[in-house]
């Protein structure tokens, strides 16, 4: 069935899209979803934005959590599951009432000092922290749709290994759609008329997950510690660039 609003030729861009932008997530644990949602407001109406957006990254992260399974840290991610349940039930009233711009660009240098400046100790309160990322993510994620870099940062300070990184983070994005998407149902958006591009754009986001998946095998850690702060960097210089430009006259 075709989308509310598009031709046969965008949603197709959309699914050719989501394969590449799951490579991505599989092969460094996050990127996919900002890249993704970056593309999806050019061309699909905005109401429909967030919620769509956040149930083809539920299949995404669940394909990713379903092919490394065995490698997640099941502690961090319940940790991080009920801190986005808090998230979720407040539905980011905080980043509601704050100006875009400003939670752009907070964001942007919060994730610049964690990849960047001094690791916080999280390994200390590795609970607190991870439950702290999910409520965070998940509150702002109502509005913004992609903030998968908070718990990416938190889950690097724990230092974990690559694939055991990337299976957690898969985990913990997972449980902030869910959650995320059982509100917007509850606050009655219509996902029925998107069913079709949304299984389209899953099938084709798991192909994208396996072919990353087979990068991140063959990637050393110390290839993937370099591309991993290469790509979180340029999607905060790009946050903190959009919350700069907010401030600017028209």
Do not use: C, D
Not at 20 to 46: C, D, E, R
Not at 169 to 175: C, G, I, K, M, P
Not at 211 to 235: C, D, Q
């Amino acid at each position: 069935t075709a989308a509310p609003g598009m031709s046969a030729a965008l949603q197709v861009l959309l699914i050719t899209v989501s394969l590449a932008t799951s490579a991505v997530s599989a092969a460094f644990g996050l990127g996919g979803g900002m890249m993704l949602i970056a593309v999806m407001a050019q061309v699909m109406p905005i109401p429909a934005l967030v919620p769509v957006h956040g149930v083809v990254q539920m299949g995404s992260n669940g394909g990713r959590a379903l092919v490394l399974l065995p490698h997640v840290n099941w502690i961090a991610a319940l940790w991080y599951a009920l801190g986005a349940i808090a998230g979720a039930i407040l539905g980011g009233a905080l980043a509601v009432n704050l100006p875009a711009e400003i939670v752009r660009l907070a964001l942007g240098l919060f994730i610049l000092w964690i990849v960047w400046g001094r690791m916080p100790r999280f390994e200390r309160a590795p609970k607190r922290a991870m439950a702290g990322a999910g409520f965070v993510a998940t509150g702002l994620s109502m509005v913004f749709g992609a903030t998968g870099p908070i718990g990416a940062a938190v889950l690097a300070a724990l230092r974990l290994p690559r694939q055991t990184f990337v299976a957690t983070q898969a985990v913990t994005a997972l449980s902030l759609h869910v959650f995320k998407i059982a509100v917007f149902g509850f606050l009655g958006f219509a996902f029925a008329p998107w069913t079709g591009l949304i299984l389209a754009m899953i099938a084709s986001g798991f192909i994208g997950t396996l072919i990353g998946t087979r990068l991140l095998a063959r990637m050393s850690e110390g290839a993937f510690r370099y591309g991993f702060r290469l790509l979180m960097t340029v999607l905060a210089g790009g946050l903190v660039l959009r919350g700069l430009a907010g401030f600017l006259p028209a």
